[in-house]
């Protein structure tokens, strides 16, 4: 028997089924849709847009890290770091507090001031009962947190970390600012140089900004740019931020970090003994600046008058500004390296050739004397400057001749602004050739009649030590970017002054400055007390007759006095200039060759610079 396969099942009606439930259910969520718009666009619209209006965007900064100063070595002498200003609307918690309350007394029992009670003595018990001269104790934060005002700060410079446990504790209470705290580990060391930065509120937007010196100068190098981000925070608080709405972040890029010539260790023993020195002398002020020969770079640059930069508030001017080069002063006998220079490299004298010098000279309507009385008695050339004669320094100038004198100043760098890169630097003053008067060169030989900074002084010596090629001093060695990128500041081009012959015959002939003879003191140099055993040095002593204010004449009471020395005499490594103002009244106000003595016996240790192969020989002065 046969078994006949079932017949396939027919499909046909089953189909046309399902394509009119799936029509209906379109149609139906179509219909569904369209109410929906009809309730978001009419109903709901009013709803929706104040949810829309309780939330807005809002543009954040985000602070770049401020670049730090180093010194030569990378010591830091400036950096910065992150703090955090912590404060509360009293108005506004209390208020909070007094609602949630009435709402909900089981969950807070306590009154808001019996609350601030509690938040006071967390806050005092995590920062401690000061911060950085700020009280935190409990009571003046308790009174700071129930004041009836809508903004208090409790603090400008918590620790981050402490920040955060307060704020996570209480954040419906306290908030947290980002600030940036400039320290200076070095306190008042250098301050005239690199000056102050702090965090200003008032600034849009606040950051840390240079207020003098370096800090001030320097500051776009320093400061870095700001980074920004866009965030949506809740309408009336910019900083209840969204969860997950950040997006457009820019990176903040850090500022550059700027290293210097300065040697710290070096800025330090100069400071400390320019401040010692200006006490014992009696001096308005002193200053001093140490070169490197070779490279015109600035290793010291010292006031005795400095401040504290993280209060330069409570500073006066005099405490301010940098002395060294902001003080224009006549040089004195000093000045009178350029008359030799140029007698010497003119090939006009030679430095054994005997000048009879009488006891005085005239030029113009001028008489001008020694600062001995004497009669004519014949000096060598390089007596004539050893023993700092005015009326030989004149006769051998007047054979140097006008023209060449006044274009010898210009070689020095005298008149104009050394670009060093040292904040508020002053030109000094030199008169233009075509402007003297007839006694004018009758002063500018022997240092008055013409202005300069302690720097430009310094830096004549240098030129002098460097074989004849000045090079124009700087204090800004490099700028260290990201990840210690380090881009080095070129060095300025140096200035053909003399040659190299007639720098190392001046030299010679200004180590007799030191000079002592103790059968004769018609040998006596003027600055035996600049001598350093072992060592041969060179230089010159100085003594300018400060301006009477009363009767707008040369005062015989008010000095400048000034040394220019280099170390050693034979090989030289580092060039002193020193400027004490109106010393008065003790055994060391009429001369500066003894703190040059103590400079240059600390930097002879400090760089352990080899001593001379032979002491610098005896010549005849006076005849």
């Not at 139906?28 to 309730?39: F, N, P, Y």
């Not at 409790?154 to 209480?170: F, G, M, R, T």
């Not at 890029?253 to 040697?263: A, F, V």
């Not at 002193?576 to 055994?587: A, E, R, Y």
Request: hydrophobic share 35%.
């Amino acid at each position: 028997m046969s078994v006949r396969s079932r017949p396939a099942a027919r499909t046909g009606g089953n189909s046309k089924l399902r394509i009119a439930v799936g029509r209906i259910l379109l149609i139906g969520a179509l219909l569904i849709a369209g109410v929906k718009l009809v309730q978001v666009q009419g109903l709901q619209a009013g709803e929706l847009s104040l949810q829309a209006q309780k939330q807005r965007t809002t543009r954040l900064n985000i602070p770049a890290e401020r670049g730090s100063i180093l010194d030569r070595n990378g010591n830091q002498l400036a950096f910065s770091i992150e703090v955090r200003a912590l404060y509360i609307l009293p108005q506004r918690a209390r208020k909070t507090w007094d609602e949630a309350r009435a709402k909900d007394p089981e969950q807070y029992p306590l009154s808001y001031d019996d609350h601030a009670r509690e938040v006071a003595k967390f806050i005092s018990s995590t920062l401690g009962p000061e911060v950085n001269g700020e009280k935190t104790d409990e009571e003046t934060v308790y009174h700071q947190l129930v004041q009836d005002i809508s903004y208090e700060v409790l603090v400008s410079e918590a620790e981050p970390a402490k920040a955060a446990k307060i704020v996570a504790k209480y954040p419906a209470e306290i908030g947290s600012e980002y600030r940036s705290k400039r320290i200076y580990p070095n306190g008042e060391l250098a301050s005239n140089i690199i000056g102050a930065a702090n965090w200003r509120q008032d600034e849009k937007p606040p950051t840390t900004l240079g207020i003098l010196g370096l800090e001030s100068a320097q500051n776009n190098v320093l400061a870095g740019r700001m980074g920004r981000r866009v965030v949506d925070t809740m309408s009336g608080d910019d900083t209840l931020i969204i969860p997950n709405t950040e997006r457009e972040l820019v990176q903040p890029q850090p500022g550059k970090s700027l290293e210097l010539t300065i040697d710290i260790d070096t800025q330090y023993a100069v400071q400390r003994m320019v401040t010692d020195y200006a006490k014992k002398s009696g001096a308005g002020t002193a200053s001093a600046v140490v070169l490197d020969s070779r490279t015109g770079e600035i290793v010291a640059m010292a006031n005795d008058k400095t401040f504290d930069p993280t209060d330069f508030g409570k500073a006066g001017e005099d405490q301010k500004r940098n002395a060294a080069v902001s003080s224009s002063f006549e040089p004195g006998s000093v000045n009178k390296i350029v008359t030799a220079a140029a007698a010497i490299e003119y090939g006009l004298f030679k430095p054994t050739d005997v000048l009879e010098v009488p006891g005085s000279i005239k030029v113009a309507d001028r008489t001008i004397k020694d600062a001995w009385g004497h009669g004519t008695v014949g000096m060598s050339f390089t007596g004539v400057f050893a023993k700092s004669s005015n009326v030989g320094t004149l006769m051998a100038a007047q054979e140097v001749g006008k023209e060449r004198y006044a274009e010898m100043l210009q070689k020095f760098g005298l008149g104009k602004r050394t670009q060093s890169g040292v904040p508020a630097e002053e030109a000094g003053v030199v008169p233009p050739l075509n402007q003297w008067s007839g006694s004018t060169f009758g002063n500018l030989p022997i240092g008055q009649g013409l202005s300069m900074t302690l720097l430009q002084m310094t830096g004549m010596y240098q030129a002098i030590a460097n074989d004849g090629m000045r090079i124009p001093p700087r204090l800004i060695r490099a700028e260290i970017g990201e990840e210690g990128a380090r881009n080095e500041k070129q060095r300025p081009e140096g200035v053909r002054v003399v040659s190299a012959e007639t720098a190392k015959t001046v030299r010679e002939m200004f180590s007799h400055v030191a000079q002592v003879d103790p059968r004769d003191a018609n040998q006596n140099g003027t600055g035996p007390k600049a001598a350093l055993p072992g060592y041969q040095i060179s230089g010159k002593t100085g003594t300018a007759q400060q301006i009477d204010q009363n009767c707008k004449c040369y005062s015989q009471t008010q000095y400048w006095i000034t040394f220019g020395g280099i170390l050693p005499a034979d090989n030289p490594r580092y060039v002193v200039g020193i400027m004490l103002d109106n010393p008065h009244g003790t055994q060391f106000s009429g001369t500066a060759a003894p703190l040059f003595h103590d400079i240059a016996t600390y930097l002879t240790q400090r760089f352990q610079v080899p001593m001379s192969a032979e002491q610098t020989p005896f010549v005849q002065l006076q005849m």
